[in-house]
């Protein structure tokens, strides 16, 4: 059987409880979105297939709980990621402000040395409730030295635009490894797979996995 998809990586969801990363999560893989807040208990993971520059590109996306008393459980996952989105709400300066905490996080965690971080400001269809500028999310990415977007899972705005970038990001971040593999995955890369395979993570549902593993 042609095997269907040549990489497969995984991405993870941060930021605090109601920011909008469910809704990120399921407007990108299943084009909806939830009105209401159902917060994520410990993770939850869905998958999908990029096509980059000819690659297949198969990224499990992990959607990690944004409340605080899961973080013992959450910051489990930051290491096993090659690209992380660090998720704050436009509508929250609060949320903003945690943003630094979230990326030092990230750091204690030992997340490998490679990993891809993009910034991501959502819910941007509520202009009138906005408390986070435009420029101070600009300024923010630029001193971690990331890509900055927009979002809204509401409008759908930049939501393919930015799982893509990262999808890119951690592509070009493996690139050389592929290269002299040939295509073939690494055993970084290949890691999801894995697991997949020795049902760590039950489902029968191809795009959504419910796990706590
Ligand atoms: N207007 C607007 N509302 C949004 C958007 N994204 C999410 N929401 C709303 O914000 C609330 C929280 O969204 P969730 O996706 O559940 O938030 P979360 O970050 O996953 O929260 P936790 O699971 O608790 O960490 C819900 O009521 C969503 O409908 C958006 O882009 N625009």
């Not at 297949?56 to 409340?67: E, F, H, L, P």
């Not at 906005?130 to 990415?141: C, K, M, P, S």
């Not at 893509?164 to 493996?174: D, F, G, P, S």
Request: with cysteine.
């Amino acid at each position: 059987m042609a095997k269907q998809y040549d990489v497969l990586f995984r991405l993870l969801l941060l930021g605090d409880s109601g920011v909008g990363k469910t809704c990120l999560l399921c407007r990108f893989t299943d084009n909806e979105f939830h009105p209401s807040h159902i917060s994520t208990i410990g993770v939850d993971f869905k998958m999908k297939t990029l096509d980059i520059d000819g690659i297949k590109v198969r990224i499990q996306i992990w959607d990690t709980a944004g409340q605080e008393r899961y973080q013992t459980i959450t910051k489990q996952y930051y290491r096993r990621a090659q690209g992380i989105f660090l998720v704050y709400d436009i509508t929250s300066e609060r949320s903003f402000q945690h943003i630094m905490k979230w990326a030092s996080d990230v750091d204690e965690q030992y997340a490998p040395e490679r990993v891809q971080k993009i910034l991501v400001g959502n819910k941007c269809d509520e202009q009138q409730k906005r408390q986070v500028a435009t420029e101070q999310g600009n300024t923010l990415a630029k001193a971690y030295g990331m890509d900055f977007f927009e979002t809204s899972a509401f409008t759908n705005h930049n939501i393919t635009e930015s799982f893509t970038r990262l999808a890119e990001l951690v592509l070009q971040a493996n690139k050389k490894d592929l290269d002299l593999l040939g295509g073939s995955l690494n055993d970084e890369l290949n890691l999801a797979a894995l697991e997949e395979q020795e049902g760590l993570c039950n489902s029968n549902d191809d795009t959504h996995k419910s796990c706590w593993c």
